[in-house]
DNA sequence: GCTAAACTGGTACGGCTGTACCACTTTTGG
DNA sequence: CCAAAAGTGGTACAGCCGTACCAGTTTAGC
């Protein structure tokens, strides 16, 4: 039987190619962007021939569908504790602190996702746990006018240290003025 | 004498070809984001043979930084004059009455920035261009930070609407929120 | 009018891309 | 034990890419 690049492979080894080629994806995509993970570069950096590829992903948007929304939870999950640990205008630091070009990764994959449906989902779940993330913080309910807010504050100003590089210092200020801004009635 | 890929053409005819060329390269970019942006295809679109690219732009990139320029400042001027006649609240209409794929363009040549310096600067006046609308538009100085947290706003919901296309009433409602914020002392 | 510079456009090269193909080996289930 | 399914890996194909090259033509300056 020909296999139609089996999401979940029957067999022990293949589940552990496949998650091997999709942590060489996440690689390649956080270092280079999304133009890094070709077929041939993944295979290469999973030390596996390049068939590999085409046998356990049916295209390459599948590969980086899946590589996007690995990242996606990974970052979130970073996020969380981060907020756990220093609070929402700590979260300057962890950009600054952050891995420049795996922030740029994802930021590309999210303006792709404007124009691929598949990963346009996977930009709302990252956008969505973010906001809920903030509301958590804030001990307000997710739709908060306020949340929402000072998540786009938290956005804007992440992309602009990330992008434009601005220097931190005036990024947290306005942080705190945002903080500020949310804890009002 | 091989000249270095004109940047202001000696003739008439080639500052014509060269425009036609660079409103080529911003069509495509508009309609395809970067990847759209090849040689081949400027070319073409532009009714000239493909080693007229190569004879008036130095490399791709050049080419790529000077659409996105023009981009940016045919961006900030319509912008300019959606303000003037309908208001800082009034903007999520003109993002929706505005070319979807376009500002998808932009945005994509705007996080690509964060990988090229030359394009870093033209992301930089792009920035900044908006938040001097915004403070016109308040009647403050461009550095308040009431001006810039209404400006994170609007770009976090500008993006939002753009690439997950979220429901517009939502995002007219919290804009409204917004500017209700930064008139407040 | 004539030389040099500016421009034109066709063609070619080397490289990378996604993906298909297929003979082969290994594992699984009855 | 043995057929069928699953997995393997080397190779090939067709297409697009940026860019270089160059013989020819047009224009500008003296």
């Not at 690049?5 to 998650?19: F, H, S, T, V, W």
């Not at 970052?75 to 700590?90: F, P, Q």
């Not at 949340?147 to 705190?176: D, G, H, K």
């Amino acid at each position: 039987m020909i296999p139609g690049a089996p999401n979940a492979p029957a067999q022990e080894r293949g589940r552990l190619r496949r998650a091997t080629l999709l942590g060489a994806a996440v690689e390649l995509l956080t270092e280079g962007g999304f133009a890094a993970v070709t077929h041939r570069a993944v295979a290469q950096r999973a030390g596996l021939p390049l068939a590999a590829t085409t046998y356990y992903f049916a295209s390459r948007d599948q590969l980086l569908a899946e590589a996007f929304a690995q990242l996606v939870e990974a970052e979130l999950a970073t996020t969380r504790d981060w907020i756990a640990d220093h609070g929402l205008t700590g979260l300057p630091d962890l950009i600054a602190a952050a891995d420049r070009t795996r922030q740029l990764g994802l930021w590309e994959l999210y303006v792709h996702a404007g124009r691929d449906p598949v990963l346009r989902q996977i930009a709302r779940r990252w956008t969505d746990g973010c906001v809920h993330l903030v509301a958590q913080a804030l001990r307000l309910p997710d739709g908060d006018p306020r949340v929402r807010l000072l998540y786009t504050a938290l956005s804007t100003l992440w992309l602009e240290l990330i992008v434009e590089q601005r220097p931190p210092a005036e990024t947290r200020e306005l942080l705190a003025h945002a903080v500020e801004n949310a804890s009002r009635p």
